[in-house]
């Protein structure tokens, strides 16, 4: 969901295997540094209601997780600098 007036996008994921047991929220927001540069932010929450694995599984999804952004974050540096570069 797109939160405009506070510039901020939540996300919920529904998985297909244990859905009763997984939750998987997060939240994007863009953090101004100067004119032509920002911070992406993205705070995630997993909850794992597996017994006896449950931390490693929240773990495994923080890591996937993060390794998703940063991707995306070098696809997104690469993209801007081809297109929007001066010329």
């Known amino acids: 969901m797109l939160d405009r007036k506070n510039q ?3 996300l919920e994921v529904k998985p297909r295997s244990l859905a009763s047991k997984l939750t998987i ?9 100067s ?7 993205y705070v995630a929450r997993v909850e794992a209601r ?6 490693l599984l929240e ?11 940063n991707r995306a974050a070098v696809f ?3 993209w801007i600098a081809e297109r929007l570069a001066p010329r």
Do not use: A
């Open 50 to 55: 597996v017994l006896g694995v449950g931390g």
């Open 35 to 41: 004119e032509r540069s920002c911070r992406r932010l």
């Open 8 to 10: 901020r996008y939540r």
């Open 25 to 33: 929220q997060g939240e994007l927001s863009v953090q101004p540094i």
């Open 76 to 78: 997104t540096n690469r």
């Open 59 to 69: 773990q495994r999804l923080l890591d996937d997780i993060e390794k998703s952004y």
